[in-house]
């Protein structure tokens, strides 16, 4: 498959164990902050949203923490699968800010080991 | 409904060609974005539509970049005079509008030789 990136910050981990992954932000008056997963080959896949007005969201084996003190985002998967391995990135949105778009962070690869 | 779809997937042109790549949004999806992501970073905004409208067209990179979508459906994006540094991933969009979740489709990867 097609690289996504070739010098990314890396995260290895062992299957089962948790992933947490970082990003700072720059915008404060964005409205929500997004993560999105990218597989080889593959466009950005939505994983979880979170409004600017929160501190915590949990999905299906994945939680996003928002710091607005600091401006940090920071991306929680448990028990790791080794289909969880891709770059993940965070992105930023402004509601109406032209049509919603995403203004993205630079990526993390997650690479899982079994 | 399968998706957005981008055609092609790979296009090789020669520096000077012009070259138009399609996105097929969500069938009920009114707005659609194109980005552009090159190897190692985030994908970067271009454009976007509502409907048939362009309505935000600032960040296309040159003027030698535009876009059409003009039955609020399918959507090309075309670049003439193709150089080198135009190489990378450009990618397809789709959302409702006021949505929060936007839909990638898997992209077309350009190389200018």
């Known amino acids: 498959g097609e690289s996504v990136g070739l010098h990314l910050p ?40 979170i409004r600017s007005n929160m501190d915590k969201r949990q999905g299906q084996r994945v939680t996003v923490l928002l710091n607005k003190t600091v401006k940090h ?21 402004g509601i109406e800010n032209a049509g919603n778009m995403l203004t993205f962070g630079g990526g993390t690869r997650l690479m899982v080991k079994p | 409904d ?19 790549f399609r996105c097929d949004p969500i ?24 409907n048939e409208a362009q309505l935000e067209k600032s960040r296309l990179l040159s003027d030698r970049f535009s876009a059409e979508r003009p039955k609020g459906s399918f959507s090309t994006l075309e670049i003439q005079r193709t150089e080198q540094g135009d ?8 959302s409702l509008v006021g949505g929060v979740e936007a ?4 992209g077309t990867r350009l190389t200018v030789v």
């Open chain 2, 2 to 20: 399968t998706g957005v779809s981008q055609n092609p997937r790979h296009k090789i042109t020669k520096r000077g060609q012009n070259v138009t």
């Open chain 1, 10 to 49: 890396t995260l290895s981990v062992q299957e089962g164990d948790n992933s947490i992954i970082n990003c700072a932000y720059s915008n404060s008056a964005s409205d929500y902050f997004i993560w999105y997963k990218q597989e080889s080959g593959k466009g950005p896949q939505f994983i979880i949203d």
């Open chain 2, 103 to 106: 839909f990638f489709g898997q």
């Open chain 1, 73 to 93: 985002l920071s991306l929680q998967i448990a028990a790791t699968q080794p289909g969880d391995s891709a770059v993940y990135f965070c992105a930023e949105m």
């Open chain 2, 27 to 50: 069938s009920e999806h009114n707005r659609l974005y194109w980005y552009r992501q090159t190897l190692g970073q985030g994908p970067e905004f271009l454009t976007y539509f509502q």
């Open chain 2, 87 to 94: 190489s990378a991933m450009y990618l397809c969009a789709s």
